[in-house]
């Protein structure tokens, strides 16, 4: 029995898609929100004979993963975010590359030839990958009429991985993974009337002009911080509007901090874009925090390590 194991967002079950898209399998989907990426623990390794891993910290998978080597079960693993020392096993296959200007559907690309190179533009331009997207969309000849609707379409499928759980989300990770396998060409799905690009546009930007109210607790000429109040929609815009926020003010870093039912505060963390370092290293010094370069996140960071938060970010930044 096959597993693919995929983190929830645009990079996730994108990359998947341009593997199942090219190699077609049988397999049982494992998958969830965004934050949720301690996946490979659910992989039965009494069952599993193979087992395919996307866009998920090696790093936090690792006892699971070594569990999987040791009982001769085959991984293929395709990263982008902190590995940790990766284990030395016949049995795996690891493609793993921490640059701040790649993510896990660049990868797949790469290993595909380019087969779906659309989807790989439009994950790239999900995960904030701009200037990796356009230059691969202009290597396809894309207008720039086309770039803006994989952009958009990008954006759209991102921000429905967001949440505290699925329940906070409008379509499931796997249902949207499996919706999507019928669309070799993004663009079908574009043009489509009713498809689920203009429902989850409708979503997205009726949460977004929510998230234009929100709070200013902190800003600096290195950093911003803002606050979201403890709501389904603000769960789901915390990344995206994380992004937003980087893309138009591109020299300093920004945080979305949304209120968690405890009173502690989800994290979403995005370095400056002319400086894209550091931010998986500064929440990764947070308990349940992590992520890459670029973008991190912290789950639940109490109000009163707030302040040791903004100092270590701003002095990162300086």
């Given at each position: 029995?096959?597993?693919?194991?995929?983190?929830?967002?645009?990079?996730?079950?994108?990359?998947?898609?341009?593997?199942?898209?090219?190699?077609?399998?049988?397999?049982t989907l494992i998958?969830?929100?965004?934050?949720?990426?301690?996946?490979?623990?659910?992989?039965?390794?009494?069952?599993?004979?193979?087992?395919?891993?996307?866009?998920?910290?090696?790093?936090?998978?690792?006892?699971?993963?070594?569990?999987?080597?040791?009982?001769?079960?085959?991984?293929?693993?395709?990263?982008?975010?902190?590995?940790?020392?990766?284990?030395?096993?016949?049995?795996?296959?690891?493609?793993?590359?921490?640059?701040?200007?790649?993510?896990?559907?660049?990868?797949?690309?790469?290993?595909?030839?380019?087969?779906?190179?659309?989807?790989?533009?439009?994950?790239?331009?999900?995960?904030?990958?701009?200037?990796?997207?356009?230059?691969?969309?202009?290597?396809?000849?894309?207008?720039?009429?086309?770039?803006?609707?994989?952009?958009?379409?990008?954006?759209?499928?991102?921000?429905?991985?967001?949440?505290?759980?699925?329940?906070?989300?409008?379509?499931?990770?796997?249902?949207?993974?499996?919706?999507?396998?019928?669309?070799?060409?993004?663009?079908?799905?574009?043009?489509?009337?009713?498809?689920?690009?203009?429902?989850?546009?409708?979503?997205?930007?009726?949460?977004?002009?929510?998230?234009?109210?929100a709070k200013t607790?902190f800003e600096s000429?290195?950093?911003?911080?803002?606050?979201?109040?403890?709501?389904?929609?603000?769960?789901?815009?915390?990344?995206?509007?994380?992004?937003?926020?980087?893309?138009?003010?591109?020299?300093?870093?920004?945080?979305?901090?949304?209120?968690?039912?405890?009173?502690?505060?989800?994290?979403?963390?995005?370095?400056?874009?002319?400086?894209?370092?550091?931010?998986?290293?500064?929440?990764?010094?947070?308990?349940?925090?992590?992520?890459?370069?670029?973008?991190?996140?912290?789950?639940?960071?109490?109000?009163?390590?707030?302040?040791?938060?903004?100092?270590?970010?701003?002095?990162?930044?300086?």
């Amino acid at each position: 029995m096959h597993y693919d194991v995929f983190n929830g967002d645009a990079d996730g079950i994108l990359a998947l898609l341009q593997l199942r898209l090219a190699e077609p399998r049988k397999s049982t989907l494992i998958t969830g929100v965004k934050r949720d990426i301690e996946l490979l623990q659910q992989v039965p390794s009494t069952i599993a004979s193979s087992v395919t891993v996307l866009d998920i910290s090696m790093e936090k998978n690792l006892e699971p993963l070594n569990t999987l080597l040791t009982n001769n079960i085959d991984v293929f693993y395709v990263d982008h975010h902190r590995s940790g020392d990766i284990p030395n096993s016949d049995k795996l296959t690891a493609i793993i590359n921490t640059d701040a200007n790649i993510c896990t559907s660049l990868l797949v690309n790469q290993y595909l030839g380019g087969k779906f190179a659309l989807w790989a533009i439009v994950a790239a331009f999900g995960d904030n990958m701009m200037a990796a997207a356009e230059k691969l969309s202009t290597q396809c000849g894309l207008s720039l009429n086309q770039q803006e609707q994989l952009k958009a379409l990008g954006i759209y499928i991102n921000y429905n991985g967001y949440g505290r759980t699925v329940v906070d989300l409008h379509i499931h990770p796997r249902q949207l993974f499996q919706t999507l396998l019928a669309y070799p060409d993004p663009f079908t799905l574009i043009a489509e009337p009713g498809s689920l690009y203009t429902q989850l546009e409708r979503a997205y930007l009726a949460d977004m002009k929510l998230a234009n109210n929100a709070k200013t607790l902190f800003e600096s000429s290195e950093l911003q911080v803002l606050e979201l109040e403890n709501a389904a929609w603000s769960r789901r815009v915390s990344g995206v509007f994380g992004n937003e926020l980087a893309n138009k003010s591109p020299e300093k870093a920004h945080a979305v901090l949304t209120l968690n039912s405890d009173n502690s505060y989800l994290v979403s963390l995005r370095a400056p874009l002319k400086n894209k370092q550091g931010a998986g290293d500064i929440c990764a010094q947070f308990e349940t925090g992590g992520g890459r370069a670029g973008a991190a996140g912290i789950n639940r960071l109490p109000q009163e390590k707030l302040g040791n938060f903004i100092d270590l970010v701003s002095k990162y930044y300086q």
